[in-house]
């Protein structure tokens, strides 16, 4: 129900109504339904309240300027994007980069040491980009020897040690006594994962990868080179991508993290993405644009008929950068977090803001009734065993002290009988004398 209240702006226009949210001092008693409040406070917070009561006001207060301010804000602050490509040498992740963002932001890595001892190397590299006012600090960062030597099995520690670094280092700002106003992000918000275009199945390399990674950071599956395969090769090579990570529970994203999807629907139809990289541009129908020319006609990068290339930009830029952003900080940052909390044997924090608060609680009752009652039943089980090994102890001894008491009743009945015969023997002696000395 609305209720009408006048406000203490006197005014005498009548715009459109707007709604607002009355301090508690002004709204009339509410009794909390809440029947059960867990805690050394009543209070349950603003989470357990019931809804506010809407008000209609006679004349706007500025409200809607608020968005506006926000964005203005926003605007000043300039935004972070850390992304990593991952994938064998020769797939054209450099190339691939410079074409994402349209300029030529990666030089091609040539590495110095021989191909048998070669190992991969972290190099990061960060950009300052600029569109309508709007500053992005993009950090580049290559693994150049990744998949080159015969013993893959290293090569994933790198990669992995660069990340919880990253990780390492923004818990250690979070929880250092200075203050900070704002923690530099380094942590890796997106990590392409370039995919050889055998038109086969995944490598056994490529799904312990992708295994690992996509536990740690957001993986965004890219099918590198898509100019080497037909079109039809390109839908079964997806199917068998597709059939590969599900086969093997990889998550990628943005299918393995449900949220409002309605606007990325289109673009997640085309994961794994195919992608064209090129640093030239080609005439195509009388015009200049990005792509490669062969003899039998030219691949453009950005026609859709051609590879994915498209949708990945508009999911990386357009529609999910900020998404990346947020799941890097609350799921993945905070996975690892939990980590180091629970080192220690910390148990997981149940909260009183959270979603499911009472289920949660209630699930914790049970568990811990269920351990209680199991402990019950092992202190009852080891009381009883201690009870018979005492009783059986016990019965041992007194059959030790009984064999004993004979065994001295016994010796006792012996040196009594001895004892007798021996009075008896000085008494005939006695006797003899007496009779010896009256002759």
Known sequence: MHATR?????????????????????????????????GLFPDPGPWKVPPARKV?????????????????????????????????????????????????????????????????????????????????????????????????STDLEPIIEYIDEQFQAYYDAERSAEFRRAIPDTRVHALLYFIPPTGHTLKELDILALQTLSAKVNVIPVIAKADTLTPEEKVSFKRSILGGLDAHNIKIYPSAYPDDREMIVELEKHIPFTVIGSDNFVNAAGKKVRGRSYRWGVVEVENVK??????????????????????????????YRAGLLRRGGRPESILACDEQYEVRIENTKATLSEEMLRKEEEMRQTFVQKVRE??????????????????????????????????????????????????
């Open 56 to 152: 209609t006001l006679n004349q706007p207060l500025g409200i809607e300027a608020l968005p506006t301010q926000r964005f203005v804000k926003s605007k000043r602050t300039p935004y972070v994007l850390n992304v990593m490509v991952v994938g064998e040498t020769g797939l054209g992740k450099t190339t691939f980069m410079n074409t994402l963002f349209n300029t030529d932001l990666v030089e091609s890595i040539i590495p110095e040491t021989p191909q048998s001892t070669k190992t991969v190397v972290i190099s990061p590299k960060t950009y300052e980009l600029v569109e309508d006012g709007v500053s992005l600090n993009l950090c580049v960062i290559d693994t150049p020897g990744f998949g080159d030597r015969l013993n893959r």
């Open 6 to 38: 006048p406000t203490s702006l006197n005014s005498t226009s009548r715009d459109t109504p707007s709604t607002l949210r009355l301090p508690p001092s002004q709204e009339e008693p509410r009794v909390c339904k809440q029947t059960c409040l867990w």
């Open 390 to 439: 005492k009783e059986q102890s016990l019965r041992q001894r007194e059959e030790q002290l009984n064999q004993r008491r004979q065994q001295l009743m016994a010796e006792l009945e012996e040196q009594r009988r001895l004892i007798e015969a021996e009075e008896r023997e000085m008494n005939d002696m006695l006797n003899a004398n007496r009779s010896t000395r009256r002759k």
């Open 306 to 335: 051609h590879c994915d290339f498209i949708y990945l930009r508009e999911l990386i830029m357009t529609s999910c950068l900020h998404e990346l952003i947020d799941i890097t900080h609350s799921h993945h940052y905070h996975n």
